[in-house]
């Protein structure tokens, strides 16, 4: 039967799909390290993400366990970080690291038939990291020259403070660094940290893409030798400690023509019954470019050209946060337009096909985020590394597709409730 091209396809919405979340495979190492794999793509290239329980939770000094990640790859006993970068740029592969809250990563990026080449060097940073002064030096002297240039900048300023403001300067997610603290690191704080978190610490890695037939054997020969996973690292729960006071006004630039706004709030984690739901009045609220938020100050007032509103993903506890910049003359109604937005949602029914349009948008999302083994692995790696399992993935999207109007307003009611919010203007 012919193609009948005036003929215009049947449209289906997302919210239609039967949307499905790949199984990974796993096995063990034999210094029982976990590894988890979704092997799949039409690519010759793979993905290995290694995550340490080395971040800043676990720290004694300031900033020790994302300067350990950093220098990870600036020296060895056997090579220099010029020889290190060579090692993996030769092959084309790329190494990146990473250091959050509760954990630290070491991904490589590489073609499948280069795995074999480029395992063995990942080995040796973990094993033999050696943090020479000179690479301890420029990285300090980096980061505090790109400091002073942040430090000029509003919203640089406000991300910090509105993260204390919610946890405390002393808790992981509301602590940030001074250029004290940089030049107080020092290479015996390295050694202690890495000794400990990396070299002998707790490790689970996350693959995906085409793997080499060998991949196995070579994973445990390099990694599964190492002396990792011998020492219990136990979980760290610090106190937060919010500000008791909820509006700040901030000048760093007098000379600045605008201000950055954050208002933000406690939010529970993934596990809280309301996580997932809250997910949904979000998106109406602030979530994506066709939000209240948006279609109200930026293309109705014109006051910004972006704001945004979206949940955290902490472990331990979450924020609700709205970000914006406007100009200093429109700061203020910027945020009673906000306030009126919180408003209406906590006293007016969603409109079926606004919600409707939302539930398309985040199902629609979620099978882009679905599209590829990197993809479905990074899913699985949050899912695991948040103690979830894929029947969340699937009570998610049911939750999307069946919530009600009724629903988002008692929420609003519960959540968007004016005095529960921090508010914070840097200008």
């Not at 039967?1 to 949307?19: E, H």
């Not at 954050?262 to 994506?288: C, K, M, S, Y």
Request: aromatic share 12%; glycine share 6%.
């Amino acid at each position: 039967m012919a193609l009948d091209r005036l003929l215009a396809p049947v449209i289906k919405d997302a919210i239609d799909f039967d949307i499905q979340l790949k199984p990974y495979q796993h096995f063990v190492l034999d210094n029982q390290v976990e590894v988890y794999t979704y092997e799949g793509g039409a690519e010759e290239v793979m993905l290995m993400d290694m995550v340490f329980f080395a971040g800043n939770t676990y720290e004694q000094k300031n900033w020790v366990a994302a300067a350990t990640n950093f220098l990870l790859k600036n020296g060895t006993t056997q090579k220099n970080a010029f020889e290190i970068n060579e090692a993996f740029e030769f092959y084309g592969a790329h190494l990146s690291r990473n250091c959050y809250n509760e954990t630290a990563t070491i991904a490589l990026h590489c073609l499948t038939k280069y795995f074999k080449e480029v395992i063995p060097v990942v080995g040796e940073l973990i094993a033999e990291a050696n943090f020479p002064d000179k690479e301890l030096m420029i990285y300090q002297q980096n980061l505090i020259q790109r400091l002073s240039l942040n430090l000029k900048k509003g919203d640089f300023i406000a991300n910090r403070l509105i993260d204390e403001y919610l946890f405390g300067i002393d808790h992981p997610y509301g602590k940030y660094a001074l250029e004290q603290d940089y030049k107080n690191v020092n290479k015996e704080d390295l050694h202690r940290f890495y000794d400990t978190y990396y070299k002998q610490g707790k490790c689970i890695i996350f693959m995906a893409g085409k793997f080499p037939g060998n991949m196995q054997e070579l994973l445990n020969n390099h990694i599964g030798q190492l002396p990792l996973n011998k020492k219990e690292i136990p979980a760290v729960m610090h106190p937060i400690v919010s500000a008791t006071q909820k509006k700040y006004s901030v000048i760093n630039d007098a000379e600045s023509v605008q201000g950055s706004i954050r208002i933000a709030r406690h939010f529970p984690n993934r596990h809280h019954p309301d996580f997932a739901p809250t997910q949904v009045l979000n998106n109406i609220f602030g979530g994506f470019f066709g939000s209240r938020l948006m279609r109200n100050i930026r293309e109705d007032k014109g006051y910004t050209y972006g704001i945004h509103s979206y949940l955290q993903n902490h472990v331990q506890s979450c924020a609700w946060m709205i970000s914006t910049d406007a100009g200093k003359d429109v700061c203020k109604p910027t945020m009673e337009e906000v306030y009126k937005e919180m408003k209406k949602l906590r006293e007016e029914l969603v409109d079926i096909e606004e919600l409707k349009l939302v539930k398309n948008y985040m199902l629609g999302g979620l099978l882009g985020d679905l599209d590829g083994p990197f993809q479905i692995i990074g899913r699985w790696k949050t899912y695991i590394l948040n103690d979830l399992n894929e029947e969340y993935f699937y009570k998610t999207i049911d939750i999307v597709r069946a919530i009600q109007p009724e629903e988002l307003k008692a929420l609003a009611e519960k959540y968007l409730k004016t005095e529960d919010f921090y508010e914070l203007v840097v200008y």
